[in-house]
């Protein structure tokens, strides 16, 4: 098995089908909307594929270590970041194509007037082990 990353990319990615922000949706849209996700993962749950999941908040900052015996420095919130990703799921499948064929069911999910969105998702595997020190430096 191999874990895959599944993000929800609202803006930044290729346009979905139905490109209307969920600002727009009406209360019962959202709600067959997160109906549908919940759907999806409690589906997966049953087969062993679902790891985690979540929509994220659209507020946030930036933090960085700013030495030692100082507070932490922030900035933020961007607004490239918080609308880049609205949200991720953690899958654990057999294959490449099982998480692609998955992230392909997830993108139906319905958004305005009922109809799929059609949105890109971002399919990223886990590392399957940790780098040594030899093959990744981080500066």
Not at 51 to 66: H, I, K, N, T
């Amino acid at each position: 098995m191999a874990k895959y990353l599944l993000l929800k990319h609202y803006r930044g990615a290729p346009a979905p089908v139905n490109n209307v922000p969920m600002d727009q949706w009406t209360p019962e849209e959202i709600s067959a909307h997160v109906q549908f996700m919940n759907d999806f993962a409690a589906r997966l749950e049953k087969t062993g594929e679902f790891v985690d999941g979540q929509a994220l908040a659209p507020e946030g900052s930036w933090v960085r270590y700013d030495g030692e015996g100082r507070p932490p420095v922030t900035d933020g919130p961007f607004a490239e970041t918080k609308d880049l990703i609205a949200g991720w799921m953690v899958i654990d499948v057999d294959s490449h194509e099982r998480a692609v064929e998955l992230a392909g069911e997830l993108s139906a999910a319905p958004g305005k007037d009922g109809k799929p969105i059609h949105e890109w998702l971002e399919v990223r595997p886990f590392l399957a082990a940790k780098p040594s020190t030899t093959e990744c430096t981080f500066k």
